[in-house]
């Protein structure tokens, strides 16, 4: 069992910039975030894996940016020009190498029990 914790979540105005922090208890190969927005379903924002590329959902891509420590068992989230659609509960998930669809919920084991976002314009 890999015990994920967020950390960083928070209030801010738009234009602004925050970090988003997961640890894993353990080594894990694949790490994501997800977020939910109010009264939406659960989306992906991006992920990354051993040894492999990151990738980001094409409503971060220039804005977000993911980085994967395997010495450290994190994955961060640097949120830069955030916007008022970027709220959300924003949750890490992570799983063990299998599946390649890395967009997909269905493919992660663990998740942590998520962090909020708000930002107001």
């Known amino acids: 069992q890999v015990q994920l914790a967020e950390s960083g979540g928070g209030s801010v105005q738009a234009g602004g910039s925050l970090t988003l922090s997961c640890t894993a208890s353990?080594?894990?190969?694949?790490m994501a975030w997800f977020r939910q927005p109010p009264g939406a379903e659960r989306e992906w924002v991006g992920s990354?894996?051993?040894?492999?590329?990151?990738q980001y959902t094409d409503f971060v891509k220039g804005r977000f940016t993911i980085s994967k420590d395997d010495d450290k068992n994190t994955l961060s989230l640097h949120m830069s020009n955030l916007k008022s659609e970027d709220t959300a509960m924003y949750f890490c998930?992570?799983?063990?190498?299998?599946?390649?669809?890395?967009?997909?919920?269905?493919?992660?084991?663990?998740w942590g029990q998520g962090t909020q976002v708000t930002v107001s314009s």
């Open positions: 998930a992570a799983a063990h190498p299998g599946s390649p669809q890395y967009a997909l919920s269905s493919t992660y084991t663990f």
């Open positions: 990354a894996a051993t040894g492999g590329i990151t």
């Open positions: 353990t080594y894990i190969y694949r």
